[in-house]
């Protein structure tokens, strides 16, 4: 049985030494998906700014936006001068609107998730909507902007449970 143990412990020894590059592949998968939040992050700082010329920099040309399930205007919203319209239209509703972060940022590959509150006021009520955005990031731009009401089913979009 000692012997056993020695080969297992040999063998892991071996998988590990000749596999460096799997470990390399993993750090830099790691690295773009730092990248990936900061990009989002980015995202809410110039929306917040008011910085919509910037907000639209940072969506892909071929962006795609799906709103949450029982949305007024149900879309999807297809290209980014389709989803800058709808967007400008959402905010000329209200004097001022800000997203404040009510979760961490969780990053899984190619996709963000981050829960928050978007608070709008002026022209009527005020509001505050809770969300949770999986924004897909290609190239350092936005390519998919997706909503959910219900935070589980979010991060079940990017394969992730609660």
Known sequence: MGVVEAVSVETVVVVAIADPLARAERNTGRAMSQENVEVVR???????????????????????????????????????????????????????????????????????????IWRAAGHGPESSIELTGVYTVREARIFGLEFFWDHAEALDAVGLRE
């Not at 040309?61 to 389709?82: F, T």
């Not at 001022?96 to 899984?108: Q, V």
């Open 42 to 116: 980015q995202g809410f700082e110039v929306w917040n700014s008011g910085d919509m010329d910037a907000f639209r920099e940072l969506l892909d040309p071929d962006v795609v936006w799906r709103p949450p399930e029982g949305w007024p205007e149900p879309g999807p919203y297809l290209g980014r001068e389709a989803v800058m319209r709808q967007l400008e239209q959402l905010r000329e509703t209200w004097d001022t609107d800000t997203f404040e972060l009510i979760s961490d940022f969780i990053d899984a590959a190619d996709r963000v998730a981050v829960r928050f």
